[in-house]
């Protein structure tokens, strides 16, 4: 009954912070778009190969708005999925499986349904089959007004490869569905093209391949390169559109794309050994958030996918009564960046801690001692209170926690 849900609020309440004021609002009533790049990693960021940025556009891009660069995925099995859900719930995907799969039939409060009260339409735009990651059936359990999926976009064969439709083209059929939609809208982009294995056609091949021992990651160097060039087009159409002055965009890497199996060939292209506090540095992902009143700036305050949704209700000045999230507003002073993967391994501002060893965040260092002892207890606990609301499926006695609030006054 409702009384489960007790153990999750007390911890919440217990770990929470105020978000930043001076940020509350400042994109009132605007529309949002969440645009998620595949498999993109923050190691290409401001990185050449052969003297070639990786990144040319995103490097410019990203001094026009907050971006944030200790920002980690925490994603486990359900990869892209797992990253929908942290966003949308702040909370955390599952240890084994994917929870769109497995608990696509629970009770949630998602982003969609609580913006849906401020009158916003929410939209998934994703050029694969419906049913991948059972999309179909989750958006729904999430409260998503629509879903563009491969149907709905123009996907021939001269525009797609691999795993299908082409970035640049996904880019310009969003935008072109966007501003139709009825504002203001909540709008998540998902990009497809890079993706294992990595592929692309000669002809958007726009640098050499790496020349590391694992291919996939040789691969991996012109597949982003293609990525960032689609990019590019996207957001120099979306400027020119209508839509650019009533929008904040928030571009973010979905999760890794190299994994561990390749940590030879990256340490060569790295120039240094990969060990466990370096592979858990390489979970950082980009997070570009763009809009008038957001200030330029590098942020390097520690923090993950489950932050998000704190922080964009709070840019938008929505007072988002679901009291089950994890997140804290990235913009927060009061955070102490604790973030924590699906691993049970943690980052906070000061240390890093990764399969029971400890390493000084800042200089990789191992840190003997008890340093990390308390943050690898939280990362436990909270990952078990976030499990219990899924497995339980306890948002479905949501309604009644402003009972229990009540009750324990
Ligand atoms: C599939 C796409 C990729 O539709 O989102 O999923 P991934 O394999 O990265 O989880």
């Given amino acids: 009954d409702s009384n489960e849900l007790v153990p999750a609020l007390n911890y919440i309440n217990e770990k929470d912070v105020d978000p930043n004021s001076e940020m509350t609002g400042v994109a009132e009533g605007k529309n949002v778009i969440l645009l998620s790049l595949e498999s993109t990693q923050t190691f290409v960021v401001d990185r050449e190969l052969n003297g070639k940025e990786l990144t040319p556009y995103f490097n410019d891009l990203k001094e026009e708005g907050a971006y ?12 892209t999925s797992d990253s929908e859900f942290l966003l949308d719930n ?18 949630y409060e998602a982003t969609p349904e609580v913006l849906g009260e401020e009158g916003y339409t929410s939209v998934n735009m994703h050029a694969n089959d419906q049913t991948f990651w059972n999309r179909n059936v989750m958006y729904d359990s999430l409260g998503y007004d629509e879903y563009y999926s491969k149907e709905d976009y123009d996907v021939t064969e001269d525009k797609s490869y691999g795993w299908g439709y082409l970035d640049e083209y ?24 890079n993706h294992y ?21 040789n691969r991996y160097f012109q597949t982003i390169r293609y990525q960032d060039e689609a990019l590019k087009q996207f957001v120099e159409d979306f400027k020119r559109s209508d839509l650019y002055d009533d929008t904040v965009l928030i571009i973010y890497g979905d999760h890794f794309g190299i994994s561990e ?48 949704r704190p922080t964009i209700m709070n840019l938008l000045g929505v007072d988002d009564d679901n009291p089950v999230q994890f997140g804290h507003d990235l913009f927060s ?7 924590i993967t699906r691993d049970g391994n943690f980052a906070n501002e000061d240390y890093v801690g990764v399969n029971e ?42 309604d009644e926690t402003e009972m229990i609030k009540q009750e324990r006054k």
């Fill in 68 to 79: 944030f660069s200790n920002f980690y995925h925490q994603v486990k099995q359900g990869r």
């Fill in 90 to 107: 702040s909370l955390y995907g599952l240890n084994r499986g994917a929870a769109f799969f497995t608990h696509a039939g629970n009770e």
């Fill in 261 to 308: 199996n390749h940590q030879e060939a990256m340490g060569e292209y790295l120039g240094k050994d990969i060990n466990d506090y370096e592979q858990f540095q390489l979970q950082r992902v980009p997070l570009l958030i763009l809009g008038e009143g957001i200030e330029p700036k590098e942020h390097e305050t520690v923090g993950g996918q489950i932050d998000l």
């Fill in 333 to 339: 002073k009061d955070r102490n960046g604790m973030t």
């Fill in 357 to 398: 060893t400890c390493f000084d965040r800042e200089t990789g260092e191992k840190v003997v001692g008890e340093a990390c002892a308390e943050g690898f207890k939280q990362a436990q606990e909270e990952l078990e209170i976030s499990d219990s609301i899924v497995y339980g499926d306890l948002l479905r006695y949501l």
């Fill in 197 to 217: 294995p990595f592929t692309l056609p000669e002809d958007k091949k726009l640098i050499e391949e790496g020349n590391t021992s694992s291919g996939t990651l």
């Fill in 170 to 193: 996904f880019f310009s059929d969003s935008l072109d569905k966007m501003e139709e939609l009825e504002q203001p809208f909540y709008s998540k982009m998902i990009t497809l093209t």
